[in-house]
């Protein structure tokens, strides 16, 4: 038996030594062989894990949010900060735009984000570039060339990263997937009240913990619109390092005295006409009240879809919303101005925004606007009707 055994190998050998091709081939399966193993252990690895290695690998990154940042894009960046920070990867994290609304400023304040403002690629503090909750650099001079390091999104779109893409477009959430990587990591959420030295291992802190369950909450209508399953574990994965204290103070942060007014004069001045609504609120001196207002008239009984029009320092600034499939929002306004001079309006199908520019009038003084309010009241709803 023994004997055969060898006589085999030998007769292997004889073939191999005969036939210096058939050697080539051999060694080459071999190598794709532990080519095709170490690929199948990199894809086995869990997207947090290769997230983190990669990020190991660069000295610095600028995390870049979408321009006017939200909750959700906010939490994403503190989040990839402190993933970055754990492997000595030094981060900052950029936005271009502003901070609006109130819930996104109590964010910022409340959980002292840090946040560096850039008007141009020029001010990208690293080479390598992540975008959370977008996937293609916009709204800054250069963005166009930026070539993102990675892309971690939740929103449909062509955009890449060199050397990352996760885009989940089933996620209500990029905080989501954000909160999954910690998970990957083997991190454990810091209850609020705990001392970071008394968890051992990989940990998330309390911090963006909470911004990350903020994320969730805003980016979902508190988990009741577009959110998975996903949403769902990864807020409960979350839940133990949340301050409650602090996600409160995000979530109803006091509402300026001019806000409340705004919004008391939208609903005391609408004007109706079937399921739509438009309200003149008159001047403003602060015009993130205007989209609040707009945000609150749509939330009225029998009320589907809105506009809220106000004017500060000659700019009439309009807002709109709707929950009726029948208004796309973004194309209304824009169909309502689209023949204004400098007047421009846009967005997306259940919200909108656009403004109308100072006109000057035929004798060289600058009116608020040719168009008349009426008018423009009376186009505002032609638009939401379809007629325009
Ligand atoms: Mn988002």
């Given at each position: 038996?023994?004997?055969?055994?060898?006589?085999?190998?030998e007769?292997?050998?004889?073939?191999?030594a005969?036939?210096?091709?058939?050697?080539?081939?051999?060694?080459?399966?071999?190598?794709?062989?532990?080519?095709?193993?170490?690929?199948?252990?990199?894809l086995?690895?869990?997207?947090?894990?290769?997230?983190?290695?990669?990020?190991?690998?660069?000295?610095?990154?600028?995390?870049?949010?979408?321009?006017?940042?939200?909750?959700?894009?906010m939490?994403?960046?503190i989040?990839?900060?402190?993933?970055?920070?754990?492997?000595?990867?030094?981060?900052?994290?950029q936005?271009?735009?502003?901070?609006?609304?109130?819930e996104?400023?109590?964010?910022?304040?409340?959980?002292?984000?840090?946040?560096?403002?850039?008007?141009?690629?020029?001010?990208?503090?690293?080479e390598?570039?992540?975008?959370?909750?977008?996937?293609?650099?916009?709204?800054?001079?250069?963005?166009d060339?930026?070539?993102?390091?990675?892309?971690?999104?939740?929103?449909?779109?062509?955009?890449?990263?060199?050397?990352?893409?996760?885009?989940?477009?089933?996620?209500?959430?990029?905080?989501?997937?954000?909160?999954?990587?910690?998970?990957?990591?083997?991190?454990?959420?810091?209850?609020?009240?705990?001392?970071?030295?008394?968890?051992?291992g990989?940990?998330?802190?309390?911090?963006?913990?909470?911004?990350?369950?903020?994320?969730?909450?805003?980016?979902?209508?508190?988990?009741?619109?577009?959110?998975?399953?996903?949403?769902?574990?990864?807020?409960?994965?979350?839940?133990?390092?949340?301050?409650?204290?602090?996600?409160?103070?995000?979530?109803?942060?006091?509402?300026?005295?001019?806000?409340?007014?705004?919004?008391?004069?939208?609903i005391?001045?609408?004007?109706?006409?079937?399921?739509?609504?438009?309200s003149?609120?008159?001047?403003?001196?602060?015009?993130?009240?205007?989209?609040?207002?707009?945000d609150?008239?749509?939330?009225?009984?029998g009320?589907?879809?809105?506009?809220?029009l106000?004017?500060?320092?000659?700019?009439?600034h309009?807002?709109?919303?709707?929950?009726?499939?029948?208004?796309?929002?973004?194309?209304?306004?824009?169909?309502?101005?689209?023949?204004?001079?400098?007047?421009?309006?846009?967005?997306?199908?259940?919200?909108g925004?656009?403004?109308?520019?100072?006109?000057?009038?035929?004798?060289?003084?600058?009116?608020?606007?040719?168009?008349?309010?009426?008018?423009?009241?009376?186009r505002?709803?032609?638009?939401?009707?379809?007629?325009r």
């Amino acid at each position: 038996m023994a004997q055969a055994g060898v006589r085999t190998i030998e007769t292997g050998w004889d073939m191999l030594a005969a036939n210096p091709r058939l050697v080539v081939a051999v060694a080459g399966g071999a190598l794709a062989l532990v080519a095709a193993l170490a690929l199948y252990r990199r894809l086995r690895r869990a997207p947090g894990e290769r997230f983190r290695s990669l990020l190991a690998g660069r000295e610095s990154i600028s995390v870049l949010l979408h321009p006017n940042p939200d909750a959700d894009a906010m939490a994403a960046g503190i989040a990839v900060a402190e993933l970055a920070e754990s492997v000595d990867t030094d981060t900052v994290v950029q936005y271009t735009g502003q901070v609006r609304r109130q819930e996104n400023r109590a964010f910022r304040t409340v959980l002292d984000v840090e946040l560096d403002r850039i008007d141009h690629v020029s001010d990208l503090a690293a080479e390598a570039v992540v975008l959370v909750d977008h996937n293609a650099a916009r709204g800054f001079a250069g963005a166009d060339g930026v070539l993102p390091f990675a892309v971690v999104d939740h929103h449909p779109g062509e955009g890449g990263g060199e050397a990352y893409t996760d885009v989940r477009t089933d996620y209500g959430a990029t905080a989501s997937i954000l909160a999954e990587y910690f998970r990957d990591t083997g991190a454990t959420p810091i209850p609020p009240d705990a001392h970071e030295t008394e968890v051992t291992g990989a940990t998330l802190s309390t911090r963006t913990a909470t911004g990350l369950l903020y994320g969730i909450i805003s980016d979902t209508n508190r988990l009741t619109r577009g959110a998975s399953a996903a949403d769902f574990a990864a807020a409960a994965y979350l839940q133990p390092g949340v301050d409650e204290d602090n996600l409160e103070r995000i979530a109803d942060p006091a509402v300026s005295t001019e806000a409340l007014d705004v919004k008391a004069r939208a609903i005391a001045g609408r004007e109706v006409r079937g399921s739509f609504a438009v309200s003149d609120v008159g001047r403003v001196s602060n015009v993130d009240a205007i989209p609040q207002a707009a945000d609150e008239l749509v939330g009225l009984e029998g009320v589907t879809a809105v506009v809220v029009l106000g004017e500060r320092e000659g700019t009439v600034h309009l807002s709109g919303r709707s929950r009726d499939d029948r208004v796309h929002m973004g194309r209304a306004l824009e169909a309502a101005v689209d023949d204004v001079n400098d007047a421009s309006a846009g967005g997306h199908a259940r919200m909108g925004g656009g403004q109308i520019g100072p006109q000057i009038t035929a004798d060289g003084s600058e009116a608020v606007s040719v168009l008349g309010r009426d008018e423009l009241i009376d186009r505002l709803f032609d638009a939401m009707d379809g007629e325009r």
